[in-house]
């Protein structure tokens, strides 16, 4: 029988297929075998339908070193001499796909081609330089052998073939930069076939060498048996009353390679606008490189137990990439033989779906076991800030329930605990924000809000004064920073003393500013600095703490919040100051510099001249 040639377009897509579109050679055992447990779907509902028994179905692996050969052979429905014509014959044709519906909506590139059909088999081609096909078809007498080297064109003649069924037998290619005699490796064959088809629902089964002891236990010896590869059903597919927990974390932490068992473990079969199951997890620590461009974010996605992708992004939002887990969809239309995902649609609903579960998962959470939600919002709270700090705060809504802040109580609050333990009379949400809660907890400010009798929420990460600002309010209490100028916590009386003595003070603190220029935009007295001679807040919308954020982002180096001085009266520097204004002016105008960089100091702000601020120190001490 003569060579035939594939179509024009076929021999574009082979090309194609071979050197470019799959990145992945491996995969090509999971092309095969998704076929072989298709068509024992087929043939599992012909037996249904006919009324006869099912076979035992199987998907049996072969590996022949010396001849160079790996052989996939399944029973399932098999296919007739036109079949193989059609489905192998022209790549641009899928069993599955009905050609001329799809072709009619005019397109015809490539891209479309690949687009609209399935052209896994082809993958065979990435590492084998022959492929041959011998199947029988359900109800026929006669069996086929389909033959192809690849681009040259391919041919079919009768054969010999028992029962109903599939074989495809590779010649592997030659061994070069690319070690193709791998595929015949028993041990990489097991590792393929349980990371990419686990979970088809036939026994996929080959023969292994396996050691066991001899009859007198003193040497080993080997033993050919035939061992099924795969675990079949996936532990998502499960009855959730059937698993116990152990076999999800171990699961977790074998698939993800997790030495801490998993933190959360959410589990789901969804029916709606589109189907499918959901096994996810919640790590307990943060992968290492969780905060660098390295960490792959995504969940697993699986098609009807077939893996498609490692890592789809599209799954979760940003905010929740630290949730790892698996997906499985028998809803999605897949192209080009499920490497990549042609139909967003359905993935969209999905991710929209499960951010919804997830979220409503973590607030359950929350409530359930308050301790290791704290311990998650430690780990992971940032990447939830920063979703509510994105696209403007449009997740806040969904989003500001699930923080927890660590307070002057000593303890994590939420902000709703926050307002309901609200003093009477307070009107404000005080919050201070800086890297150490240690550190926070002693600044002035916060020890004279707390004097009041007010909680101060610590906000040590970097991200939460934007999504305070953000927020602006919770049920209308506004957000209130320890740290802002204006704190307005004073009683009336304080007031008016303060403004008493601010009035006698004023020659003092024009002088000062003149002493300090441009660093700082005011100098004031403050009653509320404790122990401390001098204290540091900021002026307007741009806090200190914001302003170092900014400012260490390259080219944003400039950027500064306007400083105001605060000057302890109650404190003896002061009267220091007041002595020196009228004996010795340059000396009060280091002090002014030395009470500035102390202030600086107390938020965490270096001074510029570490060496001029010691000679300072010592000058008064001295
Ligand atoms: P897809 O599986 O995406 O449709 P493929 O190129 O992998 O595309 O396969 C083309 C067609 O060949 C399949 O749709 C199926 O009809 C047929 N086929 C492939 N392998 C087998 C098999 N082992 N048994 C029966 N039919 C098969």
Request: with cysteine; net charge negative; proline share 2%.
């Amino acid at each position: 029988m003569a060579l035939k040639q594939f179509k024009a377009e076929s021999k574009r897509l082979l090309d194609l297929m071979i050197n470019s579109i799959y990145t992945n050679k491996e995969i090509f055992l999971r092309e095969i075998i998704s076929n072989a447990s298709d068509a024992i779907d087929k043939m599992h509902f012909t037996s249904l339908t006919d009324g006869k028994a099912s076979k035992d179905f199987e998907i049996r692996i072969e590996a022949d070193k010396d001849a160079r050969t790996l052989i996939v052979k399944d029973n399932g429905i098999g296919m007739s001499a036109d079949e193989l014509e059609n489905n192998l014959g022209t790549i641009a044709k899928s069993g599955t796909l009905d050609f001329k519906q799809e072709n009619a909506t005019g397109e015809s590139s490539a891209e479309s081609l690949i687009g609209q059909f399935g052209v896994g088999f082809y993958s065979c081609f990435m590492v084998a330089d022959e492929v041959t096909v011998i199947s029988k078809k359900y109800g026929e007498d006669v069996a086929h052998k389909w033959t192809s080297k690849g681009e040259d064109g391919y041919e079919i003649t009768e054969a010999e073939r028992e029962d109903c069924g599939t074989t495809v037998c590779l010649k592997l290619k030659e061994d070069g930069d690319i070690k193709y005699s791998d595929y015949l490796d028993q041990y990489t064959l097991m590792r393929l076939v349980k990371h990419y088809s686990d979970y088809i629902r036939y026994p996929i089964t080959m023969q292994v060498e396996q050691s066991k002891p001899s009859a007198d236990g003193k040497t080993t010896e080997t033993e050919s048996v035939i061992e099924t590869l795969n675990s079949m059903t996936p532990i998502w597919k499960r009855r959730k009353s059937e698993v116990k927990q152990e076999d999800y974390e171990s699961f977790y932490m074998e698939k993800f390679m997790d030495f801490n068992k998993p933190a959360k473990i959410i589990s789901a079969n969804i029916e709606g606008a589109v189907n499918y199951s959901c096994l996810l997890f919640v790590p307990s620590e943060a992968p290492f490189d969780f905060y660098t461009k390295a960490f792959k974010r995504g969940l697993q996605l699986y098609s009807s137990g077939v893996l498609i992708m490692e890592n789809c992004e599209r799954l979760l939002p940003d905010y929740l990439g630290f949730v790892r887990g698996v997906v499985d969809s028998s809803d999605l239309s897949l192209n080009i033989s499920r490497e990549m995902l042609q139909e967003d649609k359905q993935l969209t609903e999905i991710a929209k779906n499960l951010e919804k579960k997830i979220l409503s998962e973590l607030a359950k959470w929350l409530t359930a076991d308050r301790e290791a939600y704290e311990k998650f919002f430690t780990k992971f709270g940032m990447t939830l800030k920063f979703g509510a700090y994105e696209g403007y705060g449009v997740k806040i809504p969904k989003l500001k329930d699930l923080f927890v802040y660590y307070s002057t109580s000593g303890k994590f609050v939420t902000i709703k605990e926050y307002i309901t333990s609200m003093k009477e009379g307070q009107t404000e949400i005080y919050y201070a924000s800086g890297s150490d809660v240690n550190a926070l907890r002693s600044l002035p400010q916060v020890t004279a809000v707390c004097a009041k009798g007010f909680d101060v929420l610590l906000m040590t990460d970097n991200v939460d004064e934007f999504v305070v600002k953000l927020m602006g309010e919770y049920d209308g209490k506004k957000f209130k920073s320890a740290q802002s100028e204006n704190l307005d916590i004073e009683s009336e009386e304080e007031k008016q003393a303060n403004k008493a003595k601010a009035d006698g003070a004023r020659d003092l603190l024009n002088e000062m500013k003149t002493a300090l220029g441009t660093n700082v935009t005011e100098v004031r007295l403050s009653n509320m600095l404790g122990e401390y001679p001098s204290g540091l807040s900021a002026k307007g919308e741009l806090s200190i703490e914001m302003a170092k954020v900014l400012s260490a982002m390259p080219g944003n180096e400039k950027i500064r919040a306007q400083y105001v001085l605060e000057i302890n009266p109650t404190h003896p520097m002061f009267e220091l100051a007041e002595k020196l204004l009228a004996e010795d002016k340059a000396k009060f105008g280091r002090l002014a510099v030395l009470l500035y960089t102390e202030a600086m100091l107390t938020v965490g702000i270096n001074p510029e001249n570490p060496a001029e601020f010691v000679k300072l120190i010592n000058e008064f001490i001295g």
